[in-house]
């Protein structure tokens, strides 16, 4: 079996946050069960102390303003094993969050790398790497030492303006580049002069999870709407409000937001404005078991994001049969086909939101269950085992990947 070199600057581990996302890790597990040697290398930004102070301190204000949580804490370089991948973590120094690592600093973590491969007699059959800042140019790098098959995996466009004119040479020096979204996908190659041969790089989720399934009955409609991911404003969630209220007009319904952030106080305070605290539950972060429980007693889940790569919570409502509202030039549009398996919405669009709901109350129930059995029979299509094996499959069979 052959061995993939994995390059990526957010991954689980001691002392990183839970709230990281996983993406990678889920993939990498995977081949590794399939008996393939996988190797990760995570390359975290390191920063003066002082940023960790400022972190901890205002943590809550950054997160909102950047979209995502940030880390509190300094992660040190370490190896390790995690679901049998081999993991070793190099931190790579930055005075400026969102800036590119100097010349310098990447040459020396290209060293480390090939210092490490050499270390462990691990030679890459397939070097794959996420995020461009900055697993691209590393990538780039070691492709000229070890001449591997070279993968980059993009989550959104805009995470490739930090490198600037370098970047459309950069891509063009993969030998595949994946998308996570067809819309992602399209931007990249509207902006730049791309080359060389791309697929869709989905993510999946649990089998567990659809062998848990009971089929949803749509006996009766209980206006029971959910929410679930961190409450900040990139995600929209105060938009589920007035979007509501004006859809059930006076008819009762309820809004579990499942998450934390600083937006929760903008939730309450918008809640209150329409008379309608009563219908809205916060219940902060959950264990994945009770934010199951929660969809299984729900009918709709929303989430209508601004500069959504890919959420796999979609697919875990999905797998559960709710009715799934997500953004429209997104990283569910094209999983989702609108009025097929869910509908979609202009980002932060409470008036649309609106009528999308309004929509789905005039649904025969018998519409409803089909929505929701689509909705469902897509998400088999996307499990970890599936997505994992597709994106393996398209890195080593280029030559049958069409442009």
Same mark, same amino acid.
């Given at each position: 079996m052959k061995n993939i070199l994995v390059i990526t600057p957010i991954y689980p581990g001691p002392g990183i946050p839970e709230t990281d996302t996983q993406v990678v890790h889920y993939f990498a597990k995977e081949w590794a069960k399939e008996g393939y040697r996988v190797k990760t290398i995570f390359i975290p930004s390191i920063f003066p102390?002082?940023?960790y102070c400022a972190a901890r301190i205002f943590k809550d204000s950054i997160s909102t303003m950047a979209g995502f949580k940030v880390r509190t804490n300094r992660p040190s370089d370490m190896k390790y094993t995690l679901d049998s991948v081999e993991v070793t973590r190099i931190g790579i120094k930055k005075f400026i969050p969102h800036t590119m690592p100097s010349s310098a600093a990447l040459r020396k973590i290209v060293e480390k790398i090939i210092a490490d491969c050499n270390e462990s007699k691990f030679v890459p059959d397939y070097i794959t790497g996420h995020f461009a800042n900055p697993s691209l140019k590393i990538i780039a790098m070691l492709k000229s030492h070890f001449k591997s098959t070279c993968c980059y995996v993009a989550h959104s466009v805009n995470e490739l303006e930090v490198l600037g004119n370098e970047a459309e040479r950069l891509l063009n020096k993969m030998d595949i580049i994946g998308f996570r979204s067809k819309h992602t996908g399209y931007l990249i190659q509207k902006r730049y002069s791309v080359a060389v041969p791309s697929f869709i790089c989905y993510s999946g989720i649990p089998e567990s999870l659809l062998g848990e399934r009971k089929e949803k009955?749509?006996?009766?409609? $209980?206006n029971k709407i959910v929410f679930v991911g961190n409450l900040i404003a990139n995600k929209n969630p105060t938009a589920l409000i007035? @979007?509501?209220? +004006? @859809?059930?007009?006076?008819?009762? &319904?309820? /809004? +579990?937001?499942?998450?934390?952030?600083?937006?929760?106080?903008? !939730? $309450?305070?918008i809640a209150a404005k329409y008379n309608c605290s009563s219908s809205i539950s916060l219940t902060g972060r959950l264990p994945r078991e009770k934010v199951l429980? !929660?969809?299984?007693?729900?009918?709709? &889940? !929303?989430? /209508?994001?601004?500069?959504?790569?890919?959420?796999?919570?979609?697919l875990e409502a999905m797998s559960r049969g709710l009715i799934t509202i997500a953004s429209k030039r997104n990283g569910f549009d094209g999983i989702i086909r609108d009025g097929y398996n869910g509908f979609l919405c202009e980002s932060g669009d409470q008036m649309e939101l609106s009528l999308i709901l309004k929509h789905i109350r005039s649904l025969p129930l018998e519409e409803l269950q089909r929505i929701s059995a689509n909705a469902y029979e897509s998400a088999s299509e996307l499990t970890d085992h599936k997505a994992a094996m597709m994106y393996i499959n398209a890195i080593s069979h280029i030559d049958y990947i069409l442009v």
């Open positions: 102390s002082l940023y009955q749509f006996t009766h409609f $209980r007035p @979007a509501a209220a +004006t @859809a059930f007009n006076g008819t009762p &319904f309820e /809004i +579990t937001f499942v998450g934390d952030g600083k937006e929760s106080e903008k !939730i $309450r305070s429980d !929660i969809m299984d007693e729900s009918d709709i &889940f !929303i989430m /209508i994001s601004n500069h959504e790569a890919f959420g796999l919570v979609y």
